[in-house]
Structures are given as structure tokens and as C-alpha cells.
């Protein structure tokens, strides 16, 4: 049973414009939602988290949004680099575990 | 961050057979997990390997086709058995980090992709 979902699976946007990427979960408990960004050969690392008790967090170039009662967040990226390139993963959490459950990804193109 | 090395990357293998893959942090780290990607889905969590004590398994997943050691607080195996081309799939370690602004978060080594004919 899928708790995490990322509808779209890939992305293309023009260098410099806003990337948002979107991930909607089925679980109202879950406590933390955290992005991932994946390059081709290499591990997931992590970017961005969120608490649920936040609507908001920004860290550079990176913003995330919750919206709980929609049970939706969003990762927006601005501007948008060549480098952003990368499948994004959007993964959810429980207090005090560290077992995460992920969306399936979105590969994000950046065009220059 | 934790540095993780896996090996192998990538390989090939025959049906019927078993493989085992190693994972080696550079700091010594109390969990470990291990996770599975599937062509085109999202990562799943196989198991926890907790260093003296047997691996916990996550639903659907069982130690006879997906043993692991956990020796020491720097290393542990996993070994996918009896290989059917159902477990074509990059597998990847992961280890607990840091906490950021409460969320745990988990470092993941670059993973093993296995394909099996």
C-alpha cells in the first residue's frame, strides 16, 4: 500500500525558471516529510525537510510546503540549474523512526 | 555525513543463484538499513540489521530469501537468494545521519544494481 505518491514522473523546465514538484501521502500521522535528490549511479542525499506542525521551510534555493489538509507538499525549486537535474524522491516519516516510506520519484530536466 | 561504500555497483546474475552484498560505513553507526528500488518504483525498506541481534523485516520480506549479517557497528551483508528475475533491482544501504529540524535523516550509500537473467 503506497503511502507516499508522486503522480508525475518527470519534469522539464528552463534553467532559471521555478521547478515545483508535488507529492501527496495517505497517512495523516506521519510526523516529517523530507525530499531527496538521486543522480544517475549514486545514492539519494538528502535536501529539504518539513515538520507537519509547519507549512513552510526554506533553505536557499529550495522551499517545501505542506498543506495538511489536503494531505499535499510541494518542493519548489528557483531558479532552476542545469546541476538540479536528478530524480527528485519525496519520503515521509514517523517521530523518533527512522524508517522513511518514498514516492516513486520525479526526474527533474533542467534545459538550457 | 556517514561515508558508505558498496560493492559490488552492478552485476549480473543467473537465476537460481544468491548474492551477497557488502556495506561499509566509516564511522561506526547503530541502525543500518536496507532498502530496495524496483525498475521504475519507489524505494522499499527490506530490513534493519541490528548489530548482534537478528534483522528485522519489514512486511513481505523474510530472512530465507534475504539474510543479513550485521557483525559489527561498521558493516553488514545482504544476500538476495535464490534469485528469480523478480529481484532485478538496485539495492541500497542506508544508515542513520543527523536530524534536521527534527526529521531523521538517513544517508544512503550509491546502492548495487543486480540484474538477473
Known amino acids: 500500500d503506497q503511502q507516499v505518491k508522486q503522480n508525475s514522473p518527470s519534469l522539464s523546465v528552463q534553467e532559471g525558471r521555478i521547478s515545483i514538484l508535488n507529492c501527496d501521502y495517505t497517512?495523516?500521522?506521519?510526523?516529517?516529510f523530507l525530499w531527496y535528490k538521486k543522480y544517475p549511479a549514486e545514492g539519494p542525499t538528502f535536501l529539504i525537510s518539513?515538520?507537519?506542525?509547519?507549512d513552510k521551510n526554506e533553505d536557499g534555493r529550495f522551499t517545501v510546503f505542506l498543506n495538511k489538509s489536503a494531505k499535499h507538499l510541494s518542493l519548489h525549486i528557483v531558479p532552476s540549474q542545469p546541476g538540479d537535474s536528478a530524480v527528485y524522491f519525496c519520503?515521509?516519516?514517523?517521530?523518533?523512526?527512522?524508517?522513511?516510506?518514498f514516492g516513486a520519484g520525479t526526474t527533474v530536466t533542467v534545459r538550457a | 555525513s556517514a561515508v558508505i561504500s558498496q560493492k559490488p555497483s552492478r552485476d549480473i546474475c543467473q537465476r537460481g543463484t544468491s548474492l551477497t552484498i557488502q556495506c561499509q560505513v566509516d564511522?561506526?553507526?547503530?541502525?543500518m538499513f536496507w532498502y530496495r528500488q524496483q525498475p521504475g518504483q519507489s524505494l522499499t525498506l527490506i530490513a534493519t540489521?541490528?548489530?548482534?541481534?537478528?534483522?528485522?523485516?519489514e512486511s513481505g520480506f523474510v530472512i530465507d530469501k534475504f539474510p543479513i549479517s550485521r557483525p559489527n557497528l561498521t558493516f553488514s551483508t545482504l544476500t538476495v537468494s535464490n534469485m528469480s528475475p523478480e529481484d532485478s533491482s538496485i539495492y541500497l544501504c542506508?544508515?542513520?545521519?543527523?536530524?534536521?529540524?527534527?526529521?531523521?535523516?538517513?544517508?544512503f550509500g550509491a546502492g548495487s544494481r543486480l540484474t538477473v537473467l
Open positions: 564511522s561506526q553507526v547503530t541502525m
Open positions: 497517512n495523516s500521522m506521519f510526523d516529517y
Open positions: 519520503a515521509a516519516s514517523y517521530i523518533n523512526d527512522y524508517k522513511l516510506s
Open positions: 518539513i515538520s507537519s506542525i509547519k
Open positions: 540489521a541490528n548489530q548482534g541481534s537478528e534483522a528485522t523485516y
Open positions: 542506508s544508515v542513520e545521519d543527523r536530524r534536521d529540524s527534527g526529521a531523521n535523516v538517513l544517508t
